[in-house]
């Protein structure tokens, strides 16, 4: 069964973003007002650290084409509040299983502050690689499937 995410245009910190199984549940009048919003579909089988899914937000700027000058940021990793379980219909709702949105996790009360840059909700990325290198993840690999999908986005760029 897939799982979808539905992020209604205008929120903010998690207000109105939800799942949903079938696509026909999708509510996007909000009052007497239609609402745009972004559907995405939720990923089968997540990356789980500590049972625990996680957010990885990568930033690329291609500041220049000629010289090719491209910079790569990754901030913060984000995680979930609650031990992950496949979505299913009894815990669509539990959004701090499922999503790893800042505001939802803090007022939450069950967010985890931590100077430990390998435990707590919010994690960087290099502890998070060190974890996945100790469970036999490549992650060479990793930079390297990082690097195809930024020259993917360059392969779209018109050529002068």
């Not at 992020?7 to 696509?23: C, E």
């Amino acid at each position: 069964v897939c799982t979808f995410i539905v992020k209604l245009d205008g929120g903010s910190q998690g207000d109105v973003i939800y799942l949903i199984h079938d696509p026909s549940d999708l509510r996007v009048i909000v009052g007497s007002q239609t609402r745009q919003s972004v559907v995405q579909e939720y990923i089968h089988k997540p990356l789980l650290i500590d049972k625990l899914k996680l957010d990885i937000r990568l930033y690329v700027l291609v500041k220049s084409l000629e010289p090719l000058e491209i910079y790569i940021a990754v901030t913060l990793l984000s995680f979930c509040i609650e031990p992950y379980q496949e979505p299913s219909q009894k815990n669509l709702s539990h959004v701090l299983m499922h999503l790893t949105n800042y505001s939802l996790s803090v007022q939450s009360g069950k967010f985890v502050h931590s100077d430990s840059l390998s435990s707590g909700n919010k994690r960087t990325f290099s502890s998070v690689l060190y974890r996945l290198a100790s469970k036999g993840v490549d992650i060479k690999k990793v930079w390297s499937d990082i690097i195809s999908l930024v020259k993917t986005v360059i392969a779209l760029f018109p050529v002068p």
